[in-house]
């Protein structure tokens, strides 16, 4: 199955996507890691989810741009952190940000299950132009893309799941 | 009344139009009441009106209230008159419905 979640900065929603992951059978788990960690906060932020999921068994793979060349065996659950990380790399490290709702799909047909997580950015009133307007635009689409392709979708406050389709594992 | 919100571009107004075939609808009221308050108007006067005048309409509006409170006092007054007329539609409206992803939730 494929899980979208979604939920503010600090919501708790990585704490709860990884909670996830034991639910759900699989052969192999993979952490498919976006953020290009390029300065101090980046890197401490990496080593803090780490930890966070250690004993989960998962291998982690780092990517920023171009998922159909990330090497996922048969049968693989898959999480996938996280769209705006993936986005930054493919809109500003030279990518193809137009094929990722493409590639999302792609990635969830290879995947038995596919959790990704997302982030809501959307409701600060802030007008904005140029390039992070287009960014906030193309984030938005590729999140309904994801919430119309998942089986599941929710919205992470305060750690707590709030359900807005589907029936989570 | 109806009233669609959302975060930017979360794909309320498509929601709306799906929802609602051949209603009356006024998207985007929070740069209504933008426009209100740049001519000088009096918001929540404005919105009373509106309510009266189009009982059956379908509104779609951005939640503009989850950022830091702007420096600007223009930008203040506007984010809080937003809120507090979104509150007034909400009030009237027979459903609210808050979109995420393109998913509504009924809040009302």
Redesign the interface.
Known sequence: MTI?V?G?SGSGKSAFAEGLVPRLEAHGRIYLATMEATDGESRRRVMRHRAQREGLGMRTLERARDMDGAEIPEGSLVLLEDLPNWLAGEMFGGGNPQGMPQALCRLAGRCRHLIVV?G???????RYDGETARY??AL??L??R???LADA?C?VVCGIP?P??GKLP | MKLYIGGAYQGQEELAQQENPGAEFFFGFHETIREVLARGGDPLAYTEAFLRGHPEAVVTANEVGCGLVPVRPEERAWREAAGRALCRVAAKSGAVTRVVCGIGTRLK
Not at chain 1, 120 to 126: K, L, S
């Open positions: 979208l979604t503010g997302t809501d950015v959307f409701a600060d009133g802030e906030l635009q938005a689409a999140n309904r994801a919430a119309a979708v919205e709030v807005l389709k």
